[in-house]
């Protein structure tokens, strides 16, 4: 069993440098999976703001996902202080080589120094603060990430107006319900909370819908009327999707846990925590109970997901639903960040999904129309098939080269496309006969 990190919260300023003595320590130990940069200082000039990159260095940075846990934004949320260390001992830990196989995870263990240092928020509710601009900047200008989570944590009046006491959250943090992200995020709260629960962490999963009608802690936004309209795209009062980093006027702001903007440009797996530091104490647990789920949620990264055709997150289902969809598209985990982050804005733009099953049980036809203007363009096209045995594709009368894999029970046919000019692409399908076996 792994040895805690700290058996107790670190506090003020002889706190502060116990864990940034903690954190040298560690990457020093580590040399070979672990590097330490700095991502800026804090307000006053006095602290550094580690950012720790654990991986296995001799396999390349395009060849892995890129995962990111950030923590402690708020300084007085003192939980945060002592999970980053946790998780970077598990990522150290054998436990988690094939993690370091497969990812690079950057941890941030303490965003808000000075805060940590006063004991106070340090922050803001109405957006991102400049220092924020420039650290979040930095982290995600050098790496685009496929997963973010980030920690919070709640003390004895900090919960929902209808608890005040010991709740830990999970929070489904996608910002919109486009696609299926819906159901996907769900899938992956679950699965976090499957695993807290199993070593006894009792967790709630709360959307953003929730929040916005019983915000942590009082004030207008508890007292909201929940209205369909607002849901996501409300993104709660804390939020501003329109900020942008200092670093670079192409990338988004970066705003709470919820991670919104990082969603936005890059359509990133984003997941927010609230541990619970008043009824959970270090000596209790409370590192533990924090990392499990982090822990779940990257060994999810290096799996497949059944409707994704490659291990990874699962962020490249950009338009439609599981039946057809768009999809990144490429060969590697670098390739499809890329090809992420030009398709997703280019959602909207598909204006056409359609298939059609015909009389004739061998063929299925399809339609992709793109509206847009970002050309040409690559994608893929992805349909899920009652049909074991996929024989031939079309496009446009042309035959086209397909893949496919499984999940569970159904064939999802993935066919690498271009669109060359705005337009419909009509697609045929040959296939066996569907017979339920």
Known sequence: MRKNAFDHMPMGEDGLREVHAWIDSF???????ADKKVLGKSDDGKWDIPAITITNKSIPDDDKQIAMATLLRHGQERGARIIGAEILNYLASDEAIETRDKQKVIVVPIANPEGFVRDEFNSTMSGITDLEKRIWGKLCNDDTPDMMIDYHSLGKSDATKYDRG?????????STKWGMDEQIYQHVANRMLESAEAKGWPYEIHTLEDLSFYYFGDGPAARLPQRYLQEKVFLLHIQ??????????????YTNYTCGPAYMKWHTLVVG??????????????????????QALLNMGNNRFPWEKDPGYP???????????????????GECR??????????????????????????????????????????????????????????DGKNAEFETFKDSCATFLYIPMTVEKPGLQKLTISHEAYHKK
């Open 27 to 33: 990457v020093e130990q580590n040399q070979s999976i």
């Open 166 to 174: 010991d709740m830990e959250v999970i929070i489904p943090a996608n």
């Open 240 to 253: 501003n999707a329109y900020e942008h980093y200092d670093a670079s006027s192409s990338l988004p702001g």
């Open 273 to 294: 925590m609230e541990t619970n530091h008043w009824s959970i104490k270090p000596e209790d647990g409370l590192a533990e109970s924090g990392l499990i789920p982090c």
């Open 315 to 333: 962020t490249n289902l950009l338009c439609g639903d599981f039946r057809i969809s768009i999809r990144a598209i490429g060969n590697t985990p």
């Open 338 to 395: 890329v090809s992420r982050e030009r398709l997703w804005p280019e959602r909207v733009n598909f204006d056409i999904l359609k298939r059609e099953m015909l009389e004739d049980p061998e063929t299925t036809l399809a339609e992709v129309g793109y509206l847009g203007e970002n050309v040409p363009l690559d994608f893929a096209l992805c349909l899920r098939m009652r049909q074991d045995v996929i024989k031939n594709v079309t496009i």
